[in-house]
């Protein structure tokens, strides 16, 4: 079954504690990118990945970090989390950019606190 | 900046209605635009791309139309049905973000039976 899963589905953790929010798509895909979504702001792009070893800032990046050393794989890394990250994360991935539909993880729930 | 709305007011319409919803945006006009479904706590899921070359788009129950002149999009959902009750996001290629994809804030639409 062609997906994108994301690990894990739910965390509540401390000011300062680095974590790491796995995505992993089974599609081949090229484009690969990460959102939060928050009441009031809609989905906002932190980082995305046009291929390995390729990526770039979207709108919101600060605060985290991003690595696509497989083309699978495109972790989410908070090196010292803060309350203001405290938000619902989405990846997804597309075959090659925005012409092509995005394929969405089911999303992961982090509370920071 | 690269706006692009959606009324964030719900829209409550009663089964078999059609259900109309608007995405507007500001700027520069993009080549396409994509709509997407979110249930609550679940990732988007793709529904419709329309070029800007295509005035009208048709999938089953959904029509989308796009009017570079208006700036706009309408998504139509004809004889709904309360299983058709979701937020509804219109995305747009990011014009200096890889062709990304920028999100509206979605419009949550209500189908009562």
């Known amino acids: 079954e062609a997906q994108v899963t994301q690990n894990p589905r739910y965390l509540i953790t401390v000011t300062g504690k680095k974590l790491t929010v796995t995505c992993s798509q089974n599609?081949?895909?090229?484009?690969m990118s990460w959102y939060r979504q928050d009441p009031g702001l809609g989905l906002r792009q932190i980082y995305y990945s046009m291929n390995v070893e390729v990526t770039d800032k979207g709108d919101v990046p600060e605060g985290y970090k991003v690595s696509r050393k497989e083309k699978r794989n495109f972790p989410l890394i908070l090196e010292s989390p803060s309350p203001n990250q405290t938000s619902l994360y989405f990846c997804a991935s597309s075959l090659q950019g925005g012409l092509y539909e995005q394929y969405f993880g089911p999303g992961t729930r982090l509370t920071v606190t | 900046s690269q706006k692009i709305e959606q009324n964030s007011e719900a829209l409550n319409i009663q089964e078999g209605k059609t259900a109309t919803l608007t995405c507007n945006y500001t700027n520069y006009s993009p080549a396409y635009l994509q709509w997407y479904r979110q249930d609550p706590g679940r990732g988007p899921v793709f529904l419709l791309l329309i070029r800007e070359n295509e005035k009208e788009k048709r999938k089953e129950r959904l029509k989308v139309t796009f009017d570079t002149t208006l700036k706009q999009s309408l998504f139509h959902i004809t004889a709904s049905q309360p299983a058709d009750s979701a937020t509804y996001l219109c995305a747009r290629p990011s014009r200096n973000a890889g062709n990304m994809l920028t999100f509206g804030g979605g419009t949550r639409l209500m189908v009562k039976p």
């Open positions: 599609m081949n895909h090229e484009y």
